[in-house]
Nanobody, 129 residues
Framework: QVRLVESGGGSVQAGGSLTLSCAASGLMYRANCLGWFRQSPGKEREFVAAIVDDGRGRSRYGDSVQGRATISQDSAKNTVNLQINSLTPDDTAMYSC?????????????????????WGQGTQVTVSS
């Protein structure tokens, strides 16, 4: 059974950084897309970043975090980490990890939440000014 558990959320001052972790277990495929999405009250869920967990580091980022976020895989711990720098109050949201099977070759993960099959419970990030 696929299980995703997020951690690392909390409260942080604007301008600071935060690293979120997604611990994945039960993944069934040779390559999986692990993505981060976020949602704040009254807003639609938004794509943040995603990576293929085959060790090749193919990743993509949402426009809102491009240039200030890094997604990485820790194979030894079966986790995917998301670091976001230069946080602003606009980054305040519930951050969720999600996964689906990646196709072979040079596949780049989708930014469409509809492609993601399994979801974690989320971790709250609050950025104060």
């Amino acid at each position: 059974q696929v299980r995703l558990v997020e951690s690392g959320g909390g409260s942080v001052q604007a301008g600071g950084s935060l690293t979120l972790s997604c611990a994945a277990s039960g993944l069934m495929y040779r390559a999986n897309c692990l993505g981060w999405f976020r949602q704040s009250p009254g807003k639609e869920r938004e794509f943040v970043a995603a990576i293929v967990d085959d060790g090749r580091g193919r990743s993509r980022y949402g426009d809102s975090v491009q240039g200030r976020a890094t997604i990485s895989q820790d194979s030894a711990k079966n986790t995917v980490n998301l670091q976001i720098n230069s946080l602003t109050p606009d980054d305040t949201a519930m951050y969720s990890c999600a996964t689906y099977a990646a196709a072979g070759g040079g596949y780049v993960c989708s930014s469409d939440q509809g492609n993601y099959v399994y979801w974690g419970q989320g971790t709250q990030v609050t950025v104060s000014s």
